[in-house]
């Protein structure tokens, strides 16, 4: 196996979904209902092409940027996705190790199965924490006070789950949530024997506060000094919003297309987020990133980062902590490919002009 190595992401998964019960393979594959956006998602990069430039001296490639004053070497991060300990043993310990010998950024999930304190003591960098707001504020403040005392630089609020989207997949597999030790304590998960549907939605059903609301936003900010990166916004309307109350930051998610069906795909969404925040606070996008080249469609399209989800789950069920570190290191790989061949010497050098969006071919035409 290891001289015979998985070349791009595609393999990966489907190494993941050789390795994987069923169960475990459907709920980090799967989306909401139809699965529209999920497709779209990825679909959504096939439709921008590259306008490369020749003759230009590529001998030296500069794939870093900064996010928040922390430097990275590539503007690739390792999105918030829970449960690791379904696809490894190791769980976000063997991730986080992963991301950090690639220098990357990780944010943490909140459905993370290893201990918030395990995770910062198992690798020294820097890292991000997702929450969620609880019915129950006392928890999610128990969690932020957590994450910052463990070093944690910067909390993403996730914004698009007041409640679960419908995965139809998890319901039919009467998926079981996984446990999570950072709730141990915190909240009782006795009754989570329901019948119907799947137990992660009942488990979902009774910790999501459905009234969240931007004031939400303005109390997580009296808890914590640590920035703020609202994600999972995917308007012009909710862009601006969110510089309003301050976010230090605005992630294009549609959470990876399990929450609402016919969202738009996020690199479809990108650019009137972008417009809308007119550089005052750096943007983020994720869901869909297969490949180097649709990073560089990102960055064109104005993202300071991208965060990069399930490809990075693949490589960790398929080879554990080897296969995490190993999609980060091909992704990094194929970037910087892409970036020599469209003449992009550094990621200033990605500009608009270097892609070609729909909205660009429907202009053209009139």
Known sequence: MENNLPVNIREYQELAKKALPKMH????????????????????YGRILLRPRVLVDVSNIYMSTSLLGYDMPSPIIVAPTGSHKLANPEGEVATARAAASCNSI?????????????????????????????????????????????????????????????????????????PNENLEGLMSFDDLD?????????????????????????WLKSITSLPILLKGIVTAEDARKAVEVGAAGVIVSNHGARQLDYAPATISALEEVVKAVAGAVPVLVDGGVRRGTDVLKALALGARAVMVGRPVLFGLAA???????????????ELELAMALCGCRSVAEVTRDRVVTEGDRLRALL
């Open 25 to 44: 393979y459907d709920y980090i594959n799967g989306g909401a209902e139809d699965e529209h956006t999920l497709r779209d998602n990825i679909a959504a």
């Open 106 to 178: 990780m944010v943490l999930s909140f459905s993370s199965s290893c201990r918030i304190e395990e995770v910062a003591s198992s690798c020294s960098a820097i890292r991000f924490y997702q929450l969620y707001v609880f019915k129950n504020r006392d928890v999610s403040a128990t969690l932020v006070r957590r994450a910052e005392s463990h070093g944690f630089k910067a909390i993403v609020l996730t914004v698009d789950t007041p409640m679960l989207g419908r995965r139809e997949a998890d319901i039919r597999n009467k998926m079981v949530a996984p």
């Open 319 to 333: 080879r554990g902590e080897a296969g995490a570190k190993h999609v980060i290191e091909m992704l990094n790989r």
């Open 194 to 218: 329901s019948t119907d549907g799947s137990k992660l939605e009942k488990y979902a059903r009774d910790m999501l506060d459905p009234s969240l609301s931007w004031k939400d936003v303005e």
